[in-house]
């Protein structure tokens, strides 16, 4: 672990300019999931009884470096004070005058919220001058929002560089559980890979297959790799241009000693469509005019069997259309199978990336994993084995 942790600093009386991620989804002017906002409540927390004063620093959308009323801070910030039960005060800027006489108006106890830092075009620029008048605000520079750490942006990477450094709780936790997923498991080590398109994951498929003991392939992207073993996937989704990355895949992984299951069985029918007549076939025998939507019960019960023989489980991506029933059943059967493990303590699991945590959600099974990243792009660069910005500056 190369970076400071809050616990490592000196709080008492210092002004904390805290990197948090803010970037909520927003429906009628109200916040329509919340989620990101409690997740910062216990750094928050941990400043204020240490006797720092927390600054947040955070973007929300896509302003393009301009002011955009309709993005900025100051509608949903009734909404933020509530949720995290501190005294708010908003400044109408991020840096400059504003920004200022917030954080000295600010009693001890209390929080400043800084406006959206892609008001400036320094920002996204990753602008050392920008940064610099952000550090002006503070003593101390806390980085708590992992799910940014993959941009090199003046409020993620810069303004590290500037002041004394550490990691928020979160982005603590964040990178303690990947570390233990992926970087020092205990084995066996199983990978579970899913979505519809192999080319978007091939970073990631490449990178697995040096560091997994077994990667199980499902939903779309499994189709173009039994199209490149010679099956015939009929009217199924699959990226034909992709099979001679796919058969790279194959044979790099029997290289390093890593197995790969591919679907045995699977679930077709005519369309993607709740109430279509649909079918378990053995792959060898996809009808023509069908396509295939699941995973089948065999394939199932071998990575059942996998499973329970493996340590520790790094899950990103539906094994099906796990949009509409019953295509989600191969999908929300596994999700359940390795919550339950980790419930038991049998297994560590990891699980995030694009339609990973809804896919989970809807299977009811998110409880009982071991760790959820709602980080998006940053896990997944992190599962590539990419060196994000935002860690790097902190190390």
């Known amino acids: 672990m190369g970076w400071k942790t809050l616990d490592q600093m000196e709080l008492e009386g210092k002004r904390v300019l805290t990197r948090v991620d803010l970037n909520v989804p927003i429906?009628?002017?109200?916040?329509?999931?919340d989620t990101r906002i409690k997740k910062i409540i216990p750094t928050l927390s941990h400043i204020i009884k240490r006797g720092g004063l927390p600054i947040l620093v955070a973007h929300l959308g896509r302003p393009n470096g301009k002011r955009n009323p309709h993005l900025s801070f100051a509608k949903i910030f009734a909404d933020i004070e509530k949720l995290i039960g501190l005294p708010l005060i908003f400044a109408a800027d991020c840096i400059g005058t504003a920004a200022e006489l917030a954080v000295k108006s600010q009693k001890t106890g209390g929080v400043v919220l800084l406006e959206n830092t892609r008001f400036h075009a320094g920002?996204?620029?990753?602008s050392i001058s920008f940064a610099k008048s952000l550090a002006k605000l503070a003593d101390i520079y806390c980085n708590d929002a992992f799910s940014c750490a993959h941009r090199a942006h003046a409020s993620t990477e810069a303004i590290a560089h500037l002041l004394p450094n550490c990691s928020g709780k979160l982005m603590e936790q964040e990178l303690l559980s990947l570390e233990s997923a992926l970087t020092k498991p205990e084995r066996p080590l199983t990978a579970i890979v899913g979505g519809s398109k192999v080319s978007t994951k091939l970073d990631l498929l490449n990178n697995l297959i040096q560091k997994v003991n077994t990667l199980i392939l499902?939903?779309?992207?499994?189709?173009?790799?039994?199209?490149?073993k010679g099956f015939s996937i009929g009217a199924s989704l699959a990226e034909h241009k992709m099979k001679n990355n796919a058969c790279m895949i194959l044979d790099t992984a029997q290289k390093a000693g890593c197995k790969i299951l591919l679907p045995s069985d699977v679930v077709v029918a005519k369309q993607l469509n709740s109430d279509v007549e649909n079918f378990v076939v053995p792959v060898t025998d996809c009808p023509s005019k069908l396509m295939i939507l699941d995973i089948g019960p065999k394939t199932l019960e071998n990575a059942k069997g996998i499973l329970v023989n493996s340590k520790t489980v790094i899950w990103n991506g539906p094994l099906g259309a796990f949009e509409i029933k019953p295509f989600d059943q191969a999908t929300n059967i596994l999700a359940n199978f390795v919550s339950n493990l980790s419930y038991n303590e049998k297994l560590i699991s990891v699980a995030g990336g694009g339609d990973t945590l809804a896919?989970?959600?809807?299977?009811e099974a998110s409880d009982g994993f071991s760790y959820l990243s709602t980080a998006g792009g940053a896990f997944l660069e992190w599962m590539e084995g990419k060196k994000l910005p935002g860690i790097a500056a902190l190390e």
């Open 123 to 126: 920002e996204e620029k990753n």
């Open 218 to 228: 499902g939903g779309g992207m499994a189709n173009t790799f039994l199209a490149a």
């Open 27 to 33: 429906k009628d002017e109200k916040i329509s999931d």
């Open 359 to 363: 896919a989970l959600s809807n299977a």
